[in-house]
């Protein structure tokens, strides 16, 4: 049974660049939710796909950004990196919208300079 | 929106004794409280739940009360070995399929 699974792992970008990140959930599961997580600090909820459309938002600027395939694999995409957006980006899947259990991937860690 | 703290930041154990970490939350409507363990370099990894209609929950070392009426709910880990060290997270519902976490207590369990 496939977990979650998550691409590039490490990511080396310049301020002003953009970046997209990749996930795809556990076998099963359709719903997919990025979350930040900065150093020493507990994952911060970026935004959330089902059914291919954005269903719940955190409290981030439209520089985040995403979407999510028919075969719910979703991407993240952060437009004019700033270097506070250094950060391990994770992925979590759910069985479907409403479901509780979130399950994260390993995450890819961006580094902006 | 819902808060959650959490404490303490870290904890030393010698191997074999109990640790115990809290949280509180704000949201009343609040009904599931998980726990994750996030070692180095890995995504957090759900190691146990608790739902409003139980006080407790139970797994081989690991155990989650909960407290509604005072808002607040623990993990507990008995007989800690050295592979018990990671960064635990406490967590609760701000939506649907959504978590909000606490900011985390760094284990480290001596030999």
């Known amino acids: 049974d496939a977990g979650v699974t998550q691409s590039p792992t490490h990511l080396i970008k310049t301020r002003g660049q953009q970046v997209t990140l990749r996930c795809s959930p556990k076998s099963g599961h359709d719903t997919v939710s990025w979350y930040q997580q900065a150093l020493g600090q507990g994952p911060q909820f970026i935004f959330q796909y089902y059914e291919e459309e954005e269903r719940q938002r955190g409290n981030f600027p439209d520089r985040f950004s995403g979407h999510q395939f028919p075969n719910y694999s979703s991407e993240l995409n952060v437009n004019a990196l700033l270097l506070g957006d250094s950060a391990l980006y994770l992925c979590?899947?759910?069985?479907?919208?409403?479901?509780?259990?979130?399950?994260f991937g390993p995450g890819t860690r961006l580094t902006v300079t | 929106g819902e808060n959650v703290e959490q404490h303490p930041s870290t904890l030393s154990v010698q191997e074999g004794d109990s640790a115990v970490i809290k949280c509180t939350y704000s949201d009343s409507a609040s009904n599931y409280f998980p726990w994750y363990k996030q070692e180095l370099g890995k995504g957090p990894q759900l190691i146990i739940d608790?739902?409003?209609?139980?006080g407790e929950k139970k797994d081989q070392r690991i155990a989650v009360t909960l407290n509604k009426t005072a808002k607040h709910f623990s993990l507990h880990i008995t007989e800690t070995q050295p592979e018990d060290s990671a960064v635990y997270f406490c967590a609760a519902p701000s939506g649907y399929s959504t978590l909000t976490f606490g900011k985390g207590t760094m284990l480290l369990v001596s030999p």
């Open positions: 608790i739902r409003s209609n139980v």
């Open positions: 979590a899947s759910s069985l479907a919208l409403g479901y509780d259990e979130q399950y």
